[in-house]
């Protein structure tokens, strides 16, 4: 890996970074750096952009850092990473691949044809704000930058358009809002009123809901695939690791977690949207991305047997 990694910073998470270059190395050229004219600096740039989002806390040693680069979407980063540096052939890729994709997933969140004009309008201004267009012109800091290979692309890219949907939908109602006032008695005029929503208000409710549903899709597991998770995300036990202890071989290992995981998002998402207050598919696309994003979910903490205080999986956390 090139000597970016060495860099003047003192930082303990560049400092492992180094430590790991043949595996950073290995991980470049198992990628599709190459097709994208992605350089191994560049790569290696949008690993340690994806590690310092993850670890901002701080906590983390050799292996938590190896363990987490090898559950990334590598070659979904390196097209995104790509996009981001402008390059060419990657784009060409992005637009070809996903461009159906963004126009059928709008269609659903806006609950119109892909075809639409409200579809259209959504998945192509998304395009704009990856390629990093203002005004037609291309000078803004591509969107690209926040995606980090924790989920697929496709799954950040749905879950962007929804937030986009949702944000436009609440515009529209504060702008009604504003419209209906009389000028004479509202406390300042409309023309001086700037729409700010740039964070979702309720991201923390979303992440307070997603975890009660998590919390009770675990306890409806059986014995055998809740240790299968505890050594996997609790404990960062490699598969072949997880098979030794428990007497399986690697590759069963990997398909009880592909289908436990499968298990545990529908049971996460029927819960939200059979809850009291029941979330649209939009809303629970966001619940999986914020939690995705931010790694808000202790596994340590949720195997840790310590369940009694929390909310039975038909309860609500209070927000």
Request: glycine letters at 6%; proline letters at 4%.
């Amino acid at each position: 890996m090139p000597d970016q990694l060495a860099s003047s910073s003192d930082s303990p998470l560049l400092a492992l970074f180094r430590e790991l270059a043949p595996r950073l190395d290995a991980l470049f050229e198992d990628s599709s750096c190459s097709l994208w004219r992605l350089t191994r600096s560049q790569f290696a740039s949008a690993l340690q952009r994806s590690a310092s989002k993850r670890f901002a806390n701080g906590a983390f040693d050799r292996r938590s850092l190896q363990g987490y680069l090898e559950t990334l979407h590598i070659d979904d980063l390196a097209l995104a990473s790509a996009c981001m540096e402008g390059s060419e052939p990657a784009w060409e890729s992005f637009v070809a691949t996903y461009r159906g994709y963004l126009r059928a997933c709008s269609g659903v969140i806006t609950k119109n044809s892909r075809s639409g004009a409200d579809a259209q309008e959504l998945a192509d201004s998304l395009f704009a704000e990856l390629f990093g267009l203002r005004d037609g012109k291309r000078g803004q800091a591509s969107l690209f930058r926040y995606f980090h290979g924790r989920s697929s692309l496709k799954t950040w890219l749905r879950a962007i358009l929804a937030q986009r949907h949702i944000d436009h939908t609440r515009q529209g109602r504060r702008w009604k809002s504003i419209d209906s006032q009389d000028p004479e008695q509202s406390k300042s005029p409309p023309s001086q009123v700037v729409p700010t929503p740039s964070l979702d208000p309720h991201r923390q409710v979303y992440l307070s809901r997603f975890r009660v549903a998590l919390t009770g899709a675990l306890r409806a597991l059986d014995t055998q695939e809740r240790t299968r998770l505890e050594l996997y995300y609790a404990q960062g036990k490699t598969l072949a690791e997880i098979g030794r202890q428990l007497g399986e071989h690697e590759s069963s290992v990997s398909r009880h977690l592909e289908r436990t995981r499968k298990f545990l998002r529908a049971e996460v998402e029927q819960h939200l949207r059979e809850a009291s207050s029941p979330m649209s598919d939009a809303q629970i696309s966001l619940c999986f991305q914020y939690a995705s994003e931010d790694s808000p979910i202790d596994f340590r903490e949720l195997f840790s047997g310590k369940t009694s205080s929390k909310p039975s999986f038909g309860q609500e956390e209070s927000s």
